[in-house]
Nanobody, 113 residues
């Protein structure tokens, strides 16, 4: 069965960096575009970044452009989100998404001094 397991979240000061990972199993990872979403407290879940099956054509939420980078390792079946210059408004639970509707449990990112 499809499993998505996120990791790498934590508490970081404004301006800091984190790298999120999503380990995928139960499907042929290299065949699918993949997505990172986030949900901040009291807000709806929003799409942060997407990447094509081969690793090209990344797309980003306007507010994270130039700060976040999505990438993937199809050999290891891992999706990444490198987050730099973090801001308090990036605080959220970050989720990995398979386009058929599968979700991980999320990893919490808190940006605070």
């Amino acid at each position: 069965q499809v499993q998505l397991v996120e990791s790498g979240g934590g508490l970081v000061q404004p301006g800091g960096s984190l790298r999120l990972s999503c380990a995928a199993s139960g499907f042929t990872f290299s065949r699918y575009a993949m997505f990172w979403y986030r949900q901040a407290p009291g807000k709806e879940r929003e799409l942060v970044a997407s990447i094509s099956s081969a690793g090209g054509v990344p797309n980003y939420l306007d507010s994270v452009k130039g700060r976040f980078t999505i990438s993937r390792d199809n050999t290891k079946q891992i999706l990444y989100l490198q987050m730099n210059s973090l801001k308090p408004e990036d605080t959220a639970v970050y989720y990995c998404n398979h386009p058929s509707g599968y979700w991980g449990k999320g990893t919490r990112v808190t940006v605070s001094s």
